[in-house]
């Protein structure tokens, strides 16, 4: 099904201090393919059975995800349950400023969960000099993504006619 984006865009201020403040009970994790891989996938499609991205077999999914060049596992964003080490948060970027998918568990949600993986993302690409972080989200996104990435001060692009398929 064809879904039309809206393209958004954060500057990076290179002098702010991005700082993920962790919900209780969450805790940054390095993302390991082998152990996190099938989970984060898993979540995604949680989020996406909505509306709002594609849902996608795992067995799909890694293949194309490990061989594009953009993919950089040091760029996949894992957030665990403390106490029971579940996933409950996953973002996925490419290397050059794109953040390609970003999910949060339903029971996680408005716990500043989202927030702070978008903190972590944003320091990550200010290190790196990259100062300008893009995604697409799904106009008719049901969860409220649009309000969420403009709170974080994202802003659409419009020098894209059109937009493009998410």
Same mark, same amino acid.
């Given at each position: =099904? &064809?879904?039309?984006?809206?393209?958004?865009?954060?500057?990076?201020?290179?002098? *702010?201090?991005?700082?993920?403040?962790?919900?209780?009970?969450?805790? @940054?994790?390095?993302? %390991?393919?082998?152990?996190?891989?099938?989970? *984060?996938?898993?979540?995604?499609? #949680?989020?996406? @059975?909505?509306?709002?991205? #594609? /849902? &996608?077999? $795992?067995?799909?999914?890694?293949?194309?995800?490990?061989? #594009?060049?953009?993919?950089?596992?040091?760029? +996949?964003? /894992? @957030?665990?349950?403390?106490?029971?080490?579940?996933? *409950?948060? $996953? !973002?996925? +970027?490419?290397?050059?400023?794109?953040?390609?998918?970003?999910?949060? !568990?339903?029971?996680?949600?408005?716990?500043?969960?989202?927030?702070?993986? =978008?903190?972590?993302?944003?320091?990550?690409?200010?290190?790196?000099?990259?100062?300008?972080?893009?995604?697409? /989200?799904? !106009? %008719?996104?049901?969860?409220? *993504?649009?309000?969420?990435?403009?709170?974080?001060? =994202?802003?659409?692009?419009? %020098?894209?006619?059109?937009?493009?398929? /998410?």
């Amino acid at each position: =099904m &064809l879904r039309t984006a809206i393209h958004l865009r954060k500057r990076i201020d290179p002098a *702010a201090d991005y700082v993920p403040r962790w919900p209780v009970g969450i805790e @940054a994790a390095t993302f %390991d393919p082998l152990h996190h891989g099938r989970a *984060a996938r898993a979540l995604l499609n #949680d989020a996406y @059975a909505p509306g709002g991205g #594609d /849902v &996608l077999a $795992f067995e799909d999914w890694w293949p194309a995800l490990s061989a #594009d060049p953009e993919y950089r596992p040091d760029l +996949c964003f /894992v @957030a665990l349950d403390a106490a029971s080490g579940e996933l *409950a948060g $996953f !973002a996925q +970027c490419w290397s050059l400023g794109y953040i390609k998918d970003i999910a949060v !568990a339903p029971a996680r949600r408005r716990h500043g969960l989202g927030r702070a993986l =978008m903190q972590k993302i944003f320091r990550t690409f200010q290190a790196r000099g990259i100062f300008e972080v893009d995604l697409k /989200v799904a !106009a %008719d996104n049901p969860s409220g *993504a649009a309000g969420f990435y403009a709170r974080l001060g =994202m802003v659409e692009v419009t %020098d894209h006619p059109g937009q493009g398929p /998410v």
